[in-house]
């Protein structure tokens, strides 16, 4: 169902790039009665095959909460997240193109390359089934090829054959996002309702994984806090959260405190979530049918 967009529809993710400035991935003038239409997930090719003849990709300023500047018009397909990194990127992953596309954040926008093949899906080593997020550490590429594959691909510049760190069998259980403190891959478990710990440097899993109350959508380390931020919901109890994980000396969680959860209207069904670059703000995206919307908090320390 294609129509002019009137609002956001689904705010699937969200990030801050290096300079702080706040982005956010959008599905607009395209309804769904299901998050994943038939067809998107296991089947070799996608039934979604058109691109969203709007922008996907939106700059939005913190205090009017008006749109700066958007782009990708006929780029994407079914967008599940956009992540920045350390180099001025942004990365987009697409659930039903089944790749993780790069981006320059700077206008005109152009595509810098894209892992995974366009539309087809498998579990091979150039291919993907409905990734759902990727993150950049120095010189390697971490994604989450979550929702069938169930594992984390790793690429480094320099070497052609990727490594594979899970499986569908043991370790993860839809791997929707990651987050990093530079040393530690974090994983958003998500229907493990847990936060696994990964080390960079070996691709070693910590065990056991750190459970939380709800199914895990979006988790965001924030240096200042020493500890991560996570958004939750509790999907028979429909009680959604934002969380706060404060982590040992090791980088592994210790210990979780609920910030704000229960019946609120503003946190209907998040589904990802960023701080700024100085830790003093957190913005939430949601996509619950209610009232999708972009929540920004302000962090206090005390």
């Known amino acids: 169902d294609e129509r002019p967009p009137t609002h956001y529809d689904q705010i699937v993710g969200v990030d801050f790039d290096r ?51 958007s782009w990708g018009k006929n780029e994407f397909i079914l967008p599940h997240n956009v992540k920045a990194d350390m180099y001025g990127r942004l990365w987009v992953s697409d659930v039903a193109r089944h790749q993780i596309l790069q981006y320059d954040s700077e206008e005109p926008f152009p595509k810098l390359g894209a892992l995974g093949e366009k539309g087809k899906s498998g579990s091979q080593l150039n291919r993907f089934c409905a990734p759902t997020d990727a993150v950049v ?37 839809l791997p929707h996002c990651l987050t990093t403190n530079g040393e530690i891959l974090y994983v958003a478990d998500r229907s493990h309702r847990a936060v696994q710990s990964i080390s ?61 959860g229960g019946c609120e209207e503003w946190l209907d069904l998040p589904h990802d979530i960023a701080v700024s670059p100085d830790g003093s703000r957190i913005a939430v995206a949601t996509i619950g049918s209610s009232r999708p919307s972009l929540v920004m908090l302000e962090v206090s320390r005390s």
């Open 200 to 260: 960079v440097a070996t691709g070693e899993i910590a065990f056991p994984r750190f459970l939380l109350r709800g199914d895990v959508y979006g988790i965001a380390f924030s240096a200042q806090d020493k500890g991560m931020f996570a958004v939750t919901t509790d999907q028979r109890r429909r009680v959604s959260r934002v969380e706060f994980l404060s982590v040992q000396d090791s980088g592994r969680p210790k210990q979780n405190s609920i910030l704000s």
């Open 19 to 69: 300079d702080g400035r706040l982005w956010v991935a959008v599905r607009p003038g395209r309804d769904f009665v299901n998050a994943f239409p038939s067809g998107v997930r296991r089947n070799s090719t996608s039934a979604l095959t058109h691109p969203v003849p709007f922008d996907c990709i939106f700059q939005i300023d913190q205090e009017s909460a008006q749109v700066v500047q």
């Open 137 to 173: 550490i120095d010189n390697q590429t971490f994604v989450s090829d979550g929702y069938c594959n169930d594992r984390v691909m790793v690429f480094e510049d320099g070497v052609n054959v990727p490594k594979v760190i899970g499986d569908r069998l043991s370790t993860f259980d």
